[in-house]
């Protein structure tokens, strides 16, 4: 009993620390951030987008350090397809109705501005640590901002949040998903994907991109091909689901007129969540890429977005509404709208897995789900170690010390992921939603603050461009200080 009453004041506490962090003023904040940065670049998420693709494949064969370009892109798009492309998607649509998927597009392609800027910031002022290139938040707060104390807070806010706190999201999904439609018990899945983990994580960056390049676009490919059949089965309720969305995401729909601030606050919440747009995670991997000039990817960085929220997102999102597998619950937790002819609990995997069951039965589609789930949310886990061992590194990685600060944070990853699948899900959720909370609230104000630096990144790019020659950077030229890595010193020792 006391332990009963412990874990509830626990979750209580989560709960009061979450509406804390997720207040309308985060919310405010991304949003107005993203409309900054695309309007600040010209809206380069739309106008630069063929060169957004050509430089996937694009990296500098020059430099023997880091990993490519086309790497860093998959290994980015890990850490943003996962469980919540499957259950976020289901939880914002539960909560926030229909139109929350309209805001986690608006938020993916106003967002895609600011994983443009935070990519770009991360490779100028990225560092070549023990023959690898480490960068992201904490590293361009110090140099670029030269506020030490919030370079330490946010690189342990992000190596708690990405190494201990965000893996047991992903680990949840997994066992729930098993557990559901094979009766595998939680622990028994949560133990094979630590070991599994484990075996990745400790081959370092190169392992983590070799398998990331690998299975993170097959699966995103193979998903949305998934939901495509399925729409094509329920192809006469695709407008109706469209036209839903547009309407409650407006306010127009009478059923869930009052969701309005809802759809609007699980929308970017979740958009944010699943495309890390300003989160402070994907210029983490972005520093890595061996390129001839940050913007290079910057651009690549931004294109994950589109992949992450308008591919798979949307595919898991049409396919519940068009085949009505949803219900809608309100502040109090009744329920608002029943659109399922199914008994459904409160949004989870169980959403998705209701509308492939439609096409393929309960038993084939939960186990396809199943399936889907776990090759997204292992390389989530991946992605999430790499973000969590970067910021280690910042904090502790000085001298002989840190193969034992990295092991140990191997360790607690692994452990992490087996807790991940014992606990219940809601609550697992919530404290990956103050984890991204905080993340964001640090980086989407020192990016603002350093925009500058982006921009004139952006503009020496194109001028590089227009001039006909092959696009390089000089951090001296630029008058951008602390950017050692790109000054005129130290360019040709790095390559």
């Known amino acids: ?38 309007f600040g670049t010209k809206f380069v998420q739309i106008r630069r987008f063929r060169t957004m693709v050509r430089l996937l494949f694009s990296t500098d064969k020059k430099d023997k350090v880091g990993i490519t370009s086309f790497q860093a892109f998959a290994l980015a798009l890990s850490g943003r397809v996962g469980t919540g492309n499957i259950v ?22 106003l967002g895609a501005g600011s994983a443009f800027a935070e990519a770009t910031l991360a490779q100028i002022y990225k560092e070549n640590h023990n023959g690898q290139y480490r960068g992201g938040p904490a590293f361009y707060i110090e140099k670029g901002l030269r506020c030490k104390w919030l370079a330490i807070l946010f690189a342990v806010v992000a190596a708690i949040s990405c190494g201990i706190i ?3 999201v992903q680990s949840n999904g ?57 729409l094509i089965f329920n192809i006469s309720e695709v407008p109706d689901a469209f036209v839903s969305m547009i309407k409650s995401a407006f306010g127009v729909n009478e059923a869930i ?48 977005v589109y992949v992450d929220t308008l591919l798979v997102c949307t595919a898991t999102a049409i396919m519940i509404l068009a085949c009505k597998t949803f219900n809608v619950y309100g502040p109090s937790g009744d329920i608002i709208v029943k659109a399922s002819n199914v008994e459904l ?18 038993r084939w589609s939960g186990i ?26 910042y904090l502790f990685g000085k001298g002989k010390r840190e193969n034992i600060i990295i092991n140990v944070m191997r360790m607690l990853t692994v452990f992490a992921v087996f807790y991940g699948s014992l606990r219940d899900a809601q609550t697992i959720w919530t404290l990956g939603d103050i984890g991204v909370g905080m993340m964001a609230w640090i980086n989407v104000i020192a990016i603002l603050l350093l925009s500058k630096n982006a921009f004139k990144a952006l503009r020496d790019y194109e001028k590089d461009e227009k001039e006909g020659q092959e696009p390089t950077f000089n951090s001296d030229e630029l008058g951008i200080k602390n950017a050692d890595f790109w000054n005129s010193d130290s360019k040709s020792a790095n390559c």
């Open 345 to 362: 609990g409160y949004p989870d995997v169980s959403y998705t897995i209701a509308a492939l069951a439609t096409l393929l039965g309960a």
């Open 88 to 109: 976020g998607v289901a939880t914002a649509i539960g909560y926030g109705g229909p139109g929350a998927v309209v805001w986690m597009w608006i938020i993916a392609f």
């Open 368 to 393: 396809i789900v199943s399936i889907s789930l776990f090759f997204f949310a292992f390389t989530t886990v991946m992605a999430y170690y790499y973000y969590g061992e970067t910021n280690v590194v």
């Open 166 to 168: 965000l893996p047991p």
């Open 1 to 38: 009993m006391i332990f009963l009453n412990a874990l509830e004041v626990f979750d209580n506490v989560v709960d009061t620390i979450n509406s804390w962090v997720w207040s309308p003023f985060l919310v405010i904040l991304c949003l107005v951030a993203a409309l900054y940065f695309s």
């Open 174 to 230: 997994i066992a729930v998903a098993f557990s559901n439609t094979l009766n595998i018990h939680p622990a028994i899945v949560g133990a094979i994907v630590a070991v599994l983990i484990g075996l990745v994580i400790i081959g370092g960056i190169k392992r983590i991109a070799d398998v990331a390049q690998i299975v993170a676009p097959f699966m995103a490919v193979v998903y949305v091909l998934l939901a495509i059949v399925v």
């Open 257 to 304: 007129g009052g969701m309005l601030g809802s759809a609007i606050a699980w929308g970017v919440k979740r958009g944010i969540y699943s495309n890390e747009a300003g989160q402070g995670t994907g210029p983490i991997v972005a520093a890595a890429a061996k390129v001839s000039h940050p913007v290079k990817q910057g651009m690549v960085q931004a294109f994950s």
